[in-house]
């Protein structure tokens, strides 16, 4: 059997022969489809929120959300979870295949070497409300950052793709860090380049007056191990920022803001720390089946359940579960553990979540990780956005190289007024007299 779809147009009667490739066609043959030799447009597909629309193709990351499977550049997960280390995986991601180890020494010291900011960056910081929430923080620090490197701007030069690239995985946790403190009152920490990714991190966030921060190194895995499990997702809402305005060519630090923008939302990335606020907000085993009852009657949502492509189990949040044991194994048990268990209890018996197949997420978890490590609710999407600049970066450079990709600019299905000739205001006020007349 060929690998064409046939249509026919019922409204002409005419058929036509779309080619399928990798398991899709494609819009622009739609175009095709006219009823009349007058129609210049021809049929277009409309998909708001892109629910079954394909933007680039990609070879970084793969999901089959009904079988829960989650692979970067091929490898499970949960392997790279229990295996790699985040840099290693990050260089996984941006080069397509694990590093050797020259290879790796050389990713993990020109990232280390990019660990510093601009001193004016501080006074950045130091402009914002003591509670600017820190994501609003690490969103403009990041714009700001293309303006101290305009040479960024050469995104077709190879070169210049890889110091950025360098420079943004390396100073994403700096920025992060400076936006805790700042909102803590406390001094700026220096990166301590004898640590590794996560230790360092660590470092800046909690080093008080001791000469060296030693990370703890269960609490330090646990993070990395995190950082892994947040590193990229195929076209997520932010990617799909990331690449939407990286397409108009801009350079990657202000495509990388508008990427921190989209999953600020609490639909995205701003979901743990609204499971938090849930939690917090529910506060004890007893009064779960209550809540349940107002998810159910559309009063609010479960937040860190359901997912636009996983309709089984998360594979991260079976590996963040994990995690969240070993991390209270060294901190103390969390107390909102317990509502989390019964929520996820309950929400995977239950009818209503069942038939619309809501699982936890990648959210559910790690936002009681996070407390547990002293960090505040609003610092939770920070906590995403840092491995997650390893994912945009990817696939913004995948989308750059290729040929058949240009600037975004979708179609519309127009339903508005057609063509109208204007009306001087004195005649719209009379008309408008004439109509509250006649009441
Ligand atoms: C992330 O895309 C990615 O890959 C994202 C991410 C990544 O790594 O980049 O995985 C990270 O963003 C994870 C998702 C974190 N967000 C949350 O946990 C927020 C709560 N979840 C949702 O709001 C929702 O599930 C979404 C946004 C995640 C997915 O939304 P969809 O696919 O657009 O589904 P929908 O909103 O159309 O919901 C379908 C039905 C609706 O019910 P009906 O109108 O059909 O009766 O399911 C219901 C929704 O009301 N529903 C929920 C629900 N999520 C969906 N009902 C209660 N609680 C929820 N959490």
Request: aromatic share 10%.
């Amino acid at each position: 059997m060929p690998d064409t779809l046939t249509v026919t147009d019922n409204r002409t009667g005419r058929s036509y022969e779309l080619p399928i490739t990798h398991g899709s066609i494609r819009a622009t043959d739609l175009r095709q489809v006219r009823v009349s030799d007058g129609d210049t447009r021809g049929l277009v597909s409309y998909d708001p929120a892109f629910l079954n629309t394909a933007s680039c193709k990609s070879r970084i990351t793969y999901i089959d959300g009904d079988r829960g499977i989650l692979l970067y550049r091929g490898y499970p997960i949960a392997e790279l979870a229990e295996k790699s280390t985040f840099l290693e995986t990050a260089y996984l991601l941006v080069h397509g295949e694990l590093p050797t180890t020259e290879q790796h020494a050389d990713w993990a010291h020109e990232i280390t070497m990019h660990t510093l900011v601009h001193e004016n960056i501080k006074r950045f910081m130091d402009g914002f409300h003591h509670d600017a929430h820190p994501m609003g923080m690490l969103l403009s620090t990041v714009g700001a950052l293309a303006t101290f490197y305009p040479e960024a701007t050469r995104i077709h030069d190879a070169e210049q793709r890889r110091i950025s690239l360098y420079r943004l995985i390396a100073k994403m946790p700096t920025l992060a860090a400076y936006a805790y403190r700042h909102s803590r009152g406390l001094y700026y920490v220096r990166p301590d380049n004898d640590l590794s990714f996560a230790g360092n991190f660590l470092n800046m966030m909690f080093k008080m007056v001791e000469q060296r921060y030693q990370p703890v190194p269960e609490i330090e895995r646990a993070l990395d191990v995190l950082f892994i499990l947040h590193a990229d997702h195929e076209q997520n809402c932010s990617t799909n920022a990331m690449r939407s305005v990286g397409s108009a060519q801009p350079d990657p630090y202000s495509a990388t803001a508008a990427a921190i923008a989209a999953l600020y939302g609490p639909l995205h990335g701003g979901a743990n720390e609204a499971v938090l606020r849930m939690l917090m907000r529910i506060g004890s085993t007893e009064r779960v089946p209550e809540f349940i009852e107002g998810v159910k009657a559309g009063k609010e949502r479960l937040m860190g359940f359901g997912h636009r492509v996983y309709k089984n189990y998360d594979p991260r949040a079976t590996v963040i579960k994990e995690m969240a044991d070993q991390v209270f194994s060294v901190t103390r048990s969390h107390p909102l553990l317990d509502v989390a268990l019964e929520l996820e209890r309950i929400a995977l018996e239950d009818e209503y979540f069942v038939k619309r197949r809501l699982y936890p997420n990648v959210d559910f978890y790690s936002g009681l990780i996070y407390q547990a490590l002293n960090l505040p609710t609003e610092m939770f999407p920070v906590m995403f956005a840092i491995p997650r600049t390893v994912g945009w970066l990817a696939q913004w450079e995948e989308m750059l190289l290729d040929p058949e990709q240009r600037i975004a600019r979708p179609r519309q299905v127009y339903l508005g007024e057609e063509r109208r000739a204007y009306v001087e205001m004195s005649e719209r006020d009379g008309r408008v007299m004439a109509a509250s007349a006649a009441g």
